[in-house]
């Protein structure tokens, strides 16, 4: 498929790449429409969003293909997901992978926490072996019809096992047949660096908001992550903690217009109808309308106006 | 749990003070919603199609995508929601499953439109309508559906922009003969229609003031006093959150797109809502204490060693 193998040479390439975190329609199409080359699926955002439930192994393999799928539609640009522990056993990462593939991904992340598993951010994770973290990456890398759709495999050990293990780990996923290497949860520049060095397939690095601090990784810019040696950066809270954000203001404003009886304008909090019209696709559902809806079709709709739902 | 929830609706509606319904799209905004302290939430068909399937409000999105959504949906809070059911997804006889369908999902009630299907937002362009006869029909079956007699059909006519507020009000006497609780002409261009519309058709009135705190082409922007003193029973604001969702995160994109190739990263907390902000709002407090009531002392032992026995990693 021509998007695994966008986003394998986007991995190759000397700059990093760079994937905000996408989670619903607004946010993949946003990621586009900036520019980015690739976007990733944040499992939390999915989660939170989609099911209105926190990120603690409440969504199941079903309700995260029917999310992804649709995102995976709606963009050109490459799409990861986050298949959490790979929904059960190796046996069952076979039948996950497959599902992910043929939901239009051009890659899929799996980590080797026990399931019920939990945001890598979060206090009080556990690992599954190591050995049989390498066993499902095996699974996955051998369930891929396209020798090109990425497996990203994921350690959340540094918690419960330190470095060493994380080092262990990557080696034995990337020897099982992972793409792309990722330790959740890094605690210093000094870790990322250590990484880089001692595993013998492309880094990826979470950098969880992307413009603000967090308890946990410490935050460093692409350039730098670049310099370090990683070769993928995902910001998967970026997103999320933007719209959350942007909702509060709004509501502020609603609240204000609430108190005083009077109305409130506020054309700074929110994007306008056409824009977001815009960012939805009606140019598309224009053009469609006109190429296959016939004469008298677009007589009913649009009566003597020139046609185009967008007004 | 829904009949209560039911009941709390129907008590907002009959207090004599308008009911102010922000439109919610997603787990983030119907919890936003209820955090802030508003009393009831209303779903937005055309968020939902956006959000979810990342497709236009064109009637893509379908009965059973809708229901699943607001299930998971109207668990994830308290307040009492309302849902979109758009056209009612065919004729009288689908609307009777649909509406009980969308009742046993947990929502206190749902929107039906008169639109042909495959609909459209009704601040489109290039609408069209089916017979009021036919209209009046689905709104008879929706109400002889409810398994709950409190459950809430809110007839929605989208005539205006095609046969002017006098069409509208014909036709919205008829779903409120029919047996309608609320009605709610969609896309209405004035002060003064609502006006007229409130007096003329002996129901309670339910007006969309879409993006509320921003202006837009069609319905002009009123306050939530003004719509009161008007008569509205209650006031949605569809657009609302999935526009400021939107902008916040066209900020943000703007902010890390343009530095990134900087030396350092830019700490914008001001931009983002903050880590304990989102593990708050989703209800992490409630697995912390599910996981000290069930689970087994050495589990909790593997997970958390002698730390603090909390998910959240505070800084």
């Keep these: 498929m021509i998007k695994a193998q966008r986003l394998r040479a986007l991995i190759a390439a000397p700059e990093i790449l760079a994937m905000p975190g996408v989670f619903d329609g607004f946010s993949a199409r946003l990621t586009e429409a900036s520019g980015f080359a690739a976007g990733f699926i944040s499992g939390a955002g999915i989660s939170e969003a989609s099911l209105g439930w926190a990120d603690v192994g409440v969504m199941g393999l079903e309700e995260n293909l029917r999310v992804v799928r649709a995102l995976a539609a709606c963009c050109n640009v490459p799409?990861?997901?986050?298949?959490?522990?790979?929904?059960?056993?190796?046996?069952?990462?076979?039948?996950?992978?497959?599902?992910?593939?043929?939901?239009?991904?051009?890659?899929?992340?799996?980590?080797?926490?026990?399931?019920?598993?939990?945001?890598?951010?979060?206090?009080?994770?556990?690992?599954?072996?190591?050995?049989?973290?390498?066993?499902?990456?095996?699974?996955?890398?051998?369930?891929?019809?396209?020798?090109?759709?990425?497996?990203?495999?994921?350690t959340d050990a540094l918690a419960t096992h330190g470095l060493d293990e994380v080092i262990r780990r990557?080696?034995?996923?990337?020897?099982?047949?992972?793409?792309?290497?990722?330790?959740?949860?890094?605690?210093?520049?000094?870790?990322?660096?250590?990484?880089?060095?001692n595993v013998p397939k492309p880094l990826c690095v979470n950098m969880g908001f992307g413009i603000q601090q967090r308890a946990t990784t410490p935050l460093l810019s692409a350039r730098q992550l670049q310099d370090l040696g990683v070769a993928v950066v995902i910001y998967p809270r970026l997103l999320t903690a933007a719209a959350v954000r942007g909702m509060k203001n709004a509501i502020a404003a609603v609240q204000e217009s609430l108190r005083s009886g009077e109305v409130v304008d506020r054309p700074d909090l929110l994007v306008p109808f056409e824009e977001l019209n815009a960012l939805v696709g009606m140019a598309e559902l224009d053009r469609l309308e006109q190429r296959y809806l016939t004469e008298e079709q677009l007589r009913q709709k649009y009566r003597n106006a020139p046609a185009g739902a967008a007004g | 749990m829904s009949n209560s929830k039911i009941q709390q609706m129907r008590t907002l509606l009959e207090s004599g003070k308008i009911v102010i319904s922000p439109g919610v799209y997603d787990g983030y905004s119907a919890r936003l919603v209820e955090q802030f302290?508003?009393?009831?939430?209303?779903?937005?068909?055309?968020?939902?199609?956006?959000?979810?399937?990342?497709?236009?409000?064109?009637?893509?999105?379908?009965?059973?995508?809708?229901?699943?959504?607001?299930?998971?949906?109207?668990?994830?809070?308290?307040?009492?929601?309302?849902?979109?059911?758009?056209?009612?997804?065919?004729?009288?006889?689908?609307?009777?499953?649909?509406?009980?369908?969308?009742?046993?999902?947990?929502?206190?009630?749902i929107n039906i439109e008169d639109q042909v299907s495959p609909k459209r937002c009704g601040h489109m362009r290039g609408k069209e309508l089916i017979d009021a006869r036919e209209a009046a029909k689905k709104i008879e079956a929706a109400v002889k559906a409810?398994?709950?007699?409190?459950?809430?059909?809110?007839?929605?006519?989208?005539?205006?922009?095609?046969?002017g507020i006098d069409g509208a009000i014909r036709r919205a006497k008829l779903y409120v003969a029919a047996g309608a609780d609320m009605v709610y002409p969609d896309a209405i261009a004035s002060e003064d229609q609502i006006r007229r519309f409130v007096e003329s058709v002996g129901a309670p009135v339910s007006i969309n003031m879409g993006f509320g705190i921003r202006s837009r082409p069609t319905t002009p922007l009123l306050s939530p006093r003004r719509l009161q003193e008007l008569g509205v029973a209650r006031a949605s604001y569809a657009r609302m959150l999935p526009a400021a969702a939107i902008m916040g995160m066209r900020r943000a994109l703007e902010v890390f797109r343009d530095t990134a190739d900087a030396t350092t990263a830019p700490d914008r907390p001001d931009m983002l809502a903050s880590i304990e902000d989102i593990t708050d709002l989703m209800g992490y407090s409630l697995i912390d204490q599910l996981e000290s009531n069930f689970l087994l002392p050495e589990e909790m032992a593997r997970k958390y060693g002698g730390g603090q026995r909390s998910f959240v990693v505070r800084s």
């Design chain 2, 146 to 163: 409810k398994r709950d007699p409190g459950f809430i059909i809110n007839a929605r006519t989208d005539s205006i922009a095609v046969e």
């Design chain 1, 79 to 154: 799409l990861m997901a986050d298949a959490d522990t790979g929904y059960g056993n190796a046996v069952n990462v076979h039948f996950t992978v497959h599902g992910f593939e043929t939901a239009g991904l051009a890659g899929v992340m799996i980590e080797d926490q026990v399931w019920p598993k939990r945001c890598g951010h979060m206090a009080g994770k556990d690992v599954i072996s190591a050995e049989e973290g390498a066993q499902k990456i095996r699974a996955a890398a051998e369930a891929r019809v396209d020798p090109d759709f990425i497996i990203m495999s994921r």
């Design chain 1, 170 to 197: 990557l080696n034995l996923y990337a020897e099982a047949g992972a793409d792309l290497l990722f330790a959740d949860a890094v605690l210093t520049v000094d870790h990322i660096a250590t990484l880089v060095r």
């Design chain 2, 37 to 109: 302290g508003f009393k009831a939430a209303s779903m937005t068909g055309a968020g939902l199609s956006n959000s979810r399937l990342s497709a236009p409000d064109i009637g893509i999105l379908s009965l059973t995508e809708n229901v699943e959504a607001c299930r998971w949906i109207a668990r994830s809070i308290a307040i009492p929601m309302m849902a979109d059911a758009d056209s009612g997804y065919g004729n009288p006889v689908t609307v009777h499953h649909t509406v009980q369908l969308f009742e046993d999902a947990g929502v206190v009630g």
